[in-house]
């Protein structure tokens, strides 16, 4: 027959508990900044592959069209025959929803999207950046109240008038100067359109650091909190202008390669997305 031991068993005292409680605590606070980041540069990854991904695309397009890119506008629009140029554009529709007008992309009948391999999900996925998490700007909608379903958008500058009331094709991607110094595709937050960035040179109230309220450099890659400044507070905000330095996006250009970028480093060189002003 055992005996048993006459000595007590110790367990661990309150003390020790909450000691090595702190110890796990303080190892996560450690711990979580470098996992957030390496999120965050995760992402960016894959959304820097999504844009040449786009850009592939849009290159293929124009070896089939005598080098002419697609035009970035909208489908039907208030046309009243819903007619989609899908022949030349995108194929994007718009809406006007709370006196706002918003658009969705076409995975379907717009002559981009065919070039991308793969169903209607897998050309969802390409336009749709993983670090957007349904954005909403100051004069913006979210994917669930406006339907918006891409990321991305186009240099406003690569379209050209319309000729006898017909969308005619976007300009010839061999004819832009210095391509690997312009800017082609934009990662936007909430884009409400397929452009991005007209800027009326002949407004002189306009000054490099200003942004149209619907055409918001996206500042995902760098933390929500650059992303949530955007909405929540004014441009003359200390959150706004840290928005402006810290915010990290993906911008593919016309030479097919992409760099991740602050806002400032686009808004204060307007050679960036400006095809007509001289390097």
Excluded at 24 to 29: C, D, N, R, W
Excluded at 71 to 93: I, K, M, Y
Excluded at 175 to 188: P, T
Excluded at 228 to 237: D, E, H, L, Q
Aim: proline share 6%; with cysteine; hydrophobic share 35%.
């Amino acid at each position: 027959m055992r005996r048993r031991s006459s000595q007590p068993r110790h367990g661990f005292t309150l003390v020790e508990l909450l000691v090595v409680i702190g110890i796990i605590a303080l190892l996560i606070s450690i711990l979580m900044p470098a996992l957030t980041k390496a999120r965050n540069q995760a992402l960016a990854v894959k959304c820097g592959n999504q844009v040449r991904q786009i850009y592939m695309a849009c290159l293929m397009f124009a070896q089939d069209n005598k080098g002419h890119l697609p035009r970035a506008s909208v489908g039907p629009g208030t046309d009243p025959t819903g007619r989609l140029d899908s022949e030349r554009t995108c194929a994007f529709t718009h809406q006007v929803l709370s006196n706002q007008e918003w658009g969705v992309l076409d995975y379907n009948k717009g002559v981009l999207v065919q070039y991308i391999p793969g169903g209607f999900d897998v050309r969802k996925d390409t336009f749709y950046c993983p670090g957007d998490l349904g954005e909403k700007t100051q004069g913006g909608g979210t994917p669930t109240s406006d339907l918006r379903n891409f990321s991305y958008s186009f240099n406003a500058h690569i379209n050209r008038p319309d000729v006898n009331g017909e969308h005619v094709f976007a300009m010839r991607i061999a004819s832009v100067k210095h391509s690997a110094n312009k800017i082609f595709i934009f990662e936007e937050q909430a884009p409400n359109d397929l452009w991005c960035l007209l800027w009326d040179t002949t407004d002189t109230n306009t000054q490099p650091h200003d942004m149209r309220s619907d055409d918001i450099l996206s500042a995902r890659h760098a933390g929500q909190k650059y992303v949530n400044a955007t909405r929540t507070t004014t441009p003359a905000s200390s959150e706004w202008r840290m928005y402006g330095p810290i915010g990290r996006a993906n911008y593919g250009f016309f030479d097919g390669h992409v760099e991740v970028l602050t806002p400032n480093d686009i808004l204060n060189r307007p050679k960036y997305f400006m095809l007509n002003v001289p390097e």
